[in-house]
């Protein structure tokens, strides 16, 4: 079951328009969408590692950009489109307490957020409802996405064959500590 849809997801990679698809996940996940944009990133790199750069770019890009319109949603829509998404990823309670600490914090938060598997789309929309200074989100949202996806570029456009090899040859195991980062990521933000 899942060699066949590896399969097609290397082919889709490989496609004119996946930097475009690339750019619209990483555009939304930076404000609404669950998905992080390194499901595209890492098999659009194994499948052309000769891109690996210009696919951390567009993921860059489109990531910030995406932040700015998370950081607007906090900001100016936090009551009608930014609670609910927060309440949804449970984070809906924590908000006064939350909005306090956050701002002492807030270049580590976009910093720690935008790297790590944490959803990067709490942190934007936190960011405007607590009045970070934008340029301080933008600068630091930069920093963090650059760094996350141009450590992944990197290390699969230098070890992108053995990776595929191995990714190929243990699919199941790859794809079940996929799924465990992934929801390790949303039990996170449920007990932060």
């Given amino acids: ?38 499901v595209l990133m890492i098999p659009m790199i194994l499948a052309r590692p000769s891109r690996a750069w210009l696919v951390a770019v567009v993921a860059l890009i489109a990531s910030v950009a995406g932040g700015v319109l998370g950081y607007a949603i906090g900001a100016l829509f936090y009551d009608s489109i930014g609670q609910p998404v927060l309440e ?37 929309i936190m960011s405007g409802w607590t009045g970070m200074p934008l340029g301080t989100f933008i600068a630091t949202s930069i920093l963090a996405r650059a760094l996350r996806f141009f450590i992944v570029a990197g290390l699969l456009w230098q070890f992108g064959t053995p990776v595929r090899d191995f990714i190929e040859r243990r699919l199941g195991l790859v794809f079940t500590a996929f799924v465990v980062v992934l929801f390790g990521g949303f039990l996170m933000v449920s007990y932060i």
């Fill in 88 to 124: 949804a990823m449970g984070k809906g309670g924590a908000m006064a307490e939350f909005n306090t600490r956050f701002n002492d914090f807030g270049f580590w938060a976009v910093l720690g957020a935008g790297i790590t598997p944490f959803p990067y789309k709490v942190i934007t």
């Fill in 1 to 38: 079951m899942l060699r066949p849809l590896y399969e097609r997801t290397m082919a889709l990679a490989d496609h004119p328009k996946a930097l475009w698809c690339l750019a619209v996940v990483a555009f939304v996940e930076s404000s609404v969408f669950p998905i992080p944009p390194d």
